[in-house]
């Protein structure tokens, strides 16, 4: 079946804009995941969502990240007033329940310029 | 701290060989470890796990060893060949939670 999808692949971006990018889970997976990937690094944690809700947002860096799943399929994180330092790859992952095996989408570079 | 390191952060071999991948892990608290492989401009890609009640697990031409004494992991790979170059991650996930922590990572580039 399909993997996880992310949307856009690359997005470049002005210092101070909002974007918006897009994680498509693998059909049925309840849990979502949302990770950043800095060149050179492995993957670090941003959030976590169980159905609808985000269980556990403790990796988000401020108030300037957000995401939702108002469905409890497509999720979106949204940052605000993007700062250069947001320059990286976000990956989503997403597995059939809390504490199984990640699988994770190609990803979004994010550049801001 | 909490930290998921590796060992050597590039590894050459020659294809054909054994390749072996380590990693180190401080937090006792972990009980399920993870294996990915990630290609350049892919996302990483599941390879293999293993849970703390485990000390060995085989794949198709991987094998994990985990040593829960010394908090090592390790990742063989048998006959390496050129497909396999990639920066391989190990993984944890802690019993109470949920997030993935990462190591930096390995380099393996197989020589033909």
């Known amino acids: 079946g399909a993997g996880v999808s992310q949307t856009p692949s690359n997005k470049v971006t002005e210092k101070g804009k909002y974007v918006e990018l897009r994680c498509d889970p693998i059909?049925?997976?309840?849990?979502l995941y949302w990770y950043r990937q800095s060149l050179g690094q492995g993957p670090e944690f941003l959030i976590y969502?169980?159905?609808?809700?985000?269980?556990?947002d403790s990796g988000l860096p401020n108030d300037r990240f957000f995401a939702v799943r108002p469905e409890g399929s497509v999720s979106t994180l949204k940052i605000q007033r993007t700062e250069r330092g947001d320059s990286a790859v976000y990956l989503c992952a997403s597995s059939p329940g809390g504490t199984d095996t990640q699988y994770f989408g190609p990803g979004t570079r994010l550049t801001v310029l | 701290g909490e930290s998921v390191g590796l060992h050597l952060p590039t590894l050459s071999v020659q294809e054909g060989d054994n390749s072996i991948i380590n990693c180190a892990y401080s937090?006792?608290?972990?009980?399920?470890f993870i294996w990915y492989k990630q290609e350049s401009g892919k996302g990483p890609q599941f390879i293999i796990d293993i849970r703390s009640n485990m000390d060995k697990r085989q794949g198709q031409r991987v094998t994990v060893l985990l040593n829960k004494t010394v908090k090592h992991l390790s990742l063989q790979i048998a006959a390496t060949q050129p497909g396999d170059s990639a920066v391989y991650f190990c993984?944890?996930?802690?019993?109470?939670?949920?997030?993935?922590?990462f190591g930096a990572g390995t380099i393996l580039r197989v020589k033909s």
């Open positions: 993984a944890e996930n802690r019993r109470d939670g949920n997030k993935l922590v």
């Open positions: 059909s049925g997976h309840t849990a």
């Open positions: 937090n006792s608290a972990s009980d399920y």
């Open positions: 969502f169980q159905g609808t809700g985000a269980a556990d």
